[in-house]
């Protein structure tokens, strides 16, 4: 069975930073593209980052370049996100999700997410 | 930037058919997604590659993608249908999601 756990979350002021880890298991996961989204107190879905596989291409949203770092380590099945000057706006729930092989760049599955705060 | 376009909201009869339409400029060009999402819960991929059903979804969700406008299509619509679904586009290494709209189950 499929299974993201992500974990990191909490409440940090802003400007502060903090670093998200999603563990996975149930498949290769050095196999898959990987994926950080979030969603905002009753708002959308919003797309944050991809790696790939080996981690040597990584994507980014506009508003989180050069801020958030995203990371992973295929030894220990651990997908990261590195936040750092943190902002109001970044305050969500973070999920970890798989990026299928269907070739389009859907997520198939996603974690059961971490809520960030930013908040001073 | 690219967009895609949702209603905020759609409502359907139970055994009625719901459809969710999501716009973006030459959407028919590009692969598009459906994910549904209850309250309290993570999404659920409902449709991939336009049109393809993931393995333990319903055959009543269906989806179309042409021209401007991809469809999400729930035929005898159920009131655990009732949910917020999302599109969602891949365009120049940006994952791009739509608003979302919530069906209602009246």
């Known amino acids: 069975e499929v299974q993201l756990v992500e974990s990191g979350g909490g409440l940090v002021q802003p400007g502060g930073s903090l670093r998200l880890s999603c563990t996975a298991s149930?498949?290769?996961?050095?196999?898959?593209?990987m994926s950080w989204v979030r969603q905002a107190p009753g708002k959308g879905l919003e797309w944050v980052a991809n790696?790939?596989?080996?981690?040597?291409?990584?994507w980014y949203m506009d508003s989180v370049k050069g801020r958030f770092t995203i990371s992973r380590d295929n030894a220990k099945n651990s997908l990261y996100l590195q936040m750092n000057s943190l902002r109001a706006e970044d305050t969500a729930v973070y999920y970890c999700?798989?990026?299928?092989?269907?070739?389009?760049?859907?997520?198939?599955?996603w974690g059961q997410g971490t809520l960030v705060t930013v908040s001073s | 930037s690219y967009e895609l376009t949702q209603p905020p909201s759609v409502s359907a009869s139970p055994g009625q058919t719901a459809s969710i339409a999501c716009s973006g400029d030459?959407?028919?060009?590009?692969?598009a997604s459906w994910y549904q999402q209850k309250p309290g819960q993570s999404p659920v991929l409902v449709i991939y590659?336009?049109?393809k059903r993931p393995s333990g979804i319903p055959e009543r969700f269906s989806g179309s993608n042409s021209g401007n406008t991809a469809t999400l299509t729930i035929g005898g619509t159920q009131a655990m249908d009732e949910a917020d679904y999302y599109c969602?586009?891949?365009?120049?290494?940006?994952?791009?999601f739509g608003g979302g709209t919530k069906l209602t189950v009246l």
């Open positions: 790696i790939k596989q080996d981690g040597s291409v990584k």
């Open positions: 590659q336009d049109h």
């Open positions: 149930g498949f290769s996961f050095s196999s898959y593209w």
């Open positions: 999700a798989r990026v299928s092989i269907y070739g389009d760049y859907s997520f198939d599955y």
């Open positions: 030459e959407l028919g060009g590009k692969f």
């Open positions: 969602q586009a891949w365009d120049s290494n940006t994952v791009i």
